[in-house]
């Protein structure tokens, strides 16, 4: 899918954490829109893509200056105390896009020239390994959330066609990994997957965050609801996997693999 790109000069670049990122001084996306267009993105519902022309996922918007925007924002923040981000609330900062215009990359090297007390980078893409450079500059300071919702490819094309294979995001966090990058996977939303998900990640990571529409949608599920998405296990004759106990079932899996203290649940797992 081709999406428009579209290039804006915003006076801001760093806003305020709240709701279900309020464990975060700043969000801060370097894009506005998302060519992956995920299915259940609950950002579909959001007054960002509600309110503008053109299906979720076939537009973008490129940030100007947001590198020097950021610099001068990062230094306030600074200077009033703590400053934890998160990095991308609202769009993937590693989309397609990100290849040829580095917007994100610029907003890295800005952070480690002035680094946050941290910075969490929540992304699909394996493009993130690009920046290991950067990201081994930050530290502790810095997690690598990679979102690897199910482990079947067959599931991923049918809920996210347009999203990174999975077996590229094992590969991307093998590296990271080998980098000493910190790093998590991201089961989220949690969408149905085989027996053997967490003996593949074992190997990769040792810390695993588990969240659903119902949790991590900020409205109980209700975004996710409008937008049709339980028509999607119907079509693969799924149903026992939408809802808010589906989640359950991944836990226990993780449990049999994993220590307890390694698995998060929803927000807390993406707490600084």
Same mark, same amino acid.
């Given at each position: 899918?081709?999406?428009?790109?579209?290039?804006?000069?915003?006076?801001?670049?760093?806003?305020?954490?709240?709701? $279900?990122?309020?464990?975060?001084?700043?969000? =801060?996306?370097?894009?506005?829109?998302?060519? $992956?267009?995920?299915?259940?993105?609950?950002?579909?519902?959001?007054?960002?893509?509600?309110?503008?022309?053109?299906?979720?996922?076939?537009?973008?918007?490129?940030?100007?200056?947001?590198?020097?925007?950021?610099?001068?924002?990062?230094?306030?923040?600074? +200077?009033?105390?703590?400053?934890?981000?998160?990095?991308?609330?609202?769009?993937?900062?590693?989309?397609?896009?990100?290849?040829?215009?580095?917007?994100?990359?610029?907003?890295?090297?800005?952070?480690?020239?002035?680094?946050?007390?941290?910075?969490?980078?929540?992304?699909?893409?394996?493009?993130?390994?690009?920046?290991?450079?950067?990201?081994?500059?930050?530290?502790?300071?810095?997690?690598?959330?990679?979102?690897?919702?199910?482990?079947?490819?067959?599931?991923?094309?049918?809920?996210?066609?347009?999203?990174?294979?999975?077996?590229?995001?094992?590969? +991307?966090?093998?590296? =990271?990994?080998?980098?000493?990058?910190?790093?998590?996977?991201?089961? +989220?939303?949690?969408?149905?997957?085989?027996?053997? $998900?967490? %003996?593949?990640?074992?190997?990769?990571?040792?810390?695993?965050?588990?969240? %659903?529409?119902?949790?991590?949608?900020?409205?109980?599920?209700?975004?996710?609801?409008? =937008?049709?998405?339980?028509?999607?296990?119907?079509?693969?004759?799924?149903?026992?996997?939408?809802?808010?106990? +589906?989640?359950?079932?991944?836990?226990?899996?993780?449990?049999?693999?994993?220590?307890?203290?390694?698995?998060?649940?929803?927000?807390?797992? $993406?707490?600084?």
């Amino acid at each position: 899918m081709k999406s428009e790109l579209f290039y804006k000069n915003p006076k801001t670049i760093l806003n305020k954490g709240t709701g $279900f990122l309020s464990g975060y001084t700043h969000s =801060l996306n370097p894009y506005t829109g998302c060519s $992956f267009g995920c299915s259940y993105c609950y950002v579909r519902q959001m007054p960002v893509s509600l309110f503008r022309e053109g299906e979720w996922g076939n537009w973008i918007d490129v940030k100007n200056g947001a590198a020097a925007l950021l610099g001068k924002e990062l230094r306030r923040a600074k +200077a009033k105390g703590k400053v934890t981000i998160f990095m991308s609330s609202s769009t993937d900062p590693y989309q397609p896009v990100e290849h040829k215009e580095k917007v994100t990359r610029s907003l890295l090297e800005v952070m480690v020239d002035a680094p946050p007390d941290f910075l969490l980078v929540q992304t699909r893409s394996p493009l993130v390994s690009r920046d290991i450079d950067l990201l081994q500059h930050l530290k502790d300071r810095v997690r690598v959330s990679i979102t690897i919702e199910t482990d079947s490819e067959t599931i991923r094309k049918h809920f996210t066609p347009e999203a990174p294979p999975i077996q590229a995001r094992f590969k +991307a966090l093998q590296k =990271l990994a080998e980098a000493g990058i910190p790093t998590q996977v991201a089961i +989220a939303p949690v969408l149905p997957s085989g027996e053997y $998900f967490p %003996d593949k990640l074992k190997p990769l990571v040792n810390r695993i965050c588990i969240d %659903d529409y119902f949790m991590g949608d900020g409205s109980g599920g209700k975004r996710t609801k409008k =937008l049709g998405i339980e028509k999607k296990y119907t079509e693969l004759n799924l149903e026992e996997w939408y809802g808010p106990e +589906a989640y359950k079932k991944v836990y226990e899996r993780f449990l049999g693999i994993f220590p307890k203290k390694q698995i998060y649940v929803s927000q807390s797992g $993406f707490e600084p």
